[in-house]
């Protein structure tokens, strides 16, 4: 199950947010079950963000308190791998260019929203968060890896030295394993 938190200073866009993306279908039209978190108040939603883990975020550019970017910037700082989405209902160029240059939104969506949009947006993010948390679990693979093939080829020096040939096999040309004599 995949966790949604919702941000909007206005009820009734909430209702709609999670109307619209608890309909939300993969593919293959199977629905995908998602937890959804509604918040009006971004710092009640940073609170929730400390203590529950997000693979998503879609927050409201002009609110009250604070606006979307300063908001997505303090969620980011609590979990860096949730995709942040901002809806707004204002063309403000400097607000989308600081919300993609320093919150790192994946995406930037207007209100009022189409509904194929949104939910191919959120589709979107899902499957590219899921792809940086594979992409990291196969680097460390790679690193615990890297550092056993090191371990192991210290031994074969150690050994090398100590007994000099014993890391060396010499095949016939039939594909036999030689013995040396010596």
Known sequence: MQSLLLLDDEPNILKSLRRTLSR??????????????????PIA????????????VISDYRMPQMNGVEFLLFFRTKQPDAVRIILSGFS???????????????????????????????????????????NRRLADIVRSERALISKHEALLAKLEA??????????GPNGELLLDED
Request: glycine letters at 6%.
């Open 24 to 41: 939300l279908e993969d593919e293959k039209g199977e629905a995908i079950p998602l937890e959804i978190d509604c918040f009006e108040d």
């Open 45 to 56: 939603a940073l609170k929730a963000a400390e203590t529950k883990t997000y693979a998503a």
């Open 92 to 134: 403000d160029v400097s607000g989308m260019i600081a919300a993609i240059n320093d919150a790192q939104i994946f995406r930037f969506l207007a209100k009022p929203w189409h509904e194929g949009e949104l939910m191919y947006t959120l589709l979107q993010g899902f499957a590219t968060r899921q792809l940086l948390l594979e």
């Open 162 to 171: 100590e007994t000099p040939g014993i890391t060396k096999v010499s095949w």
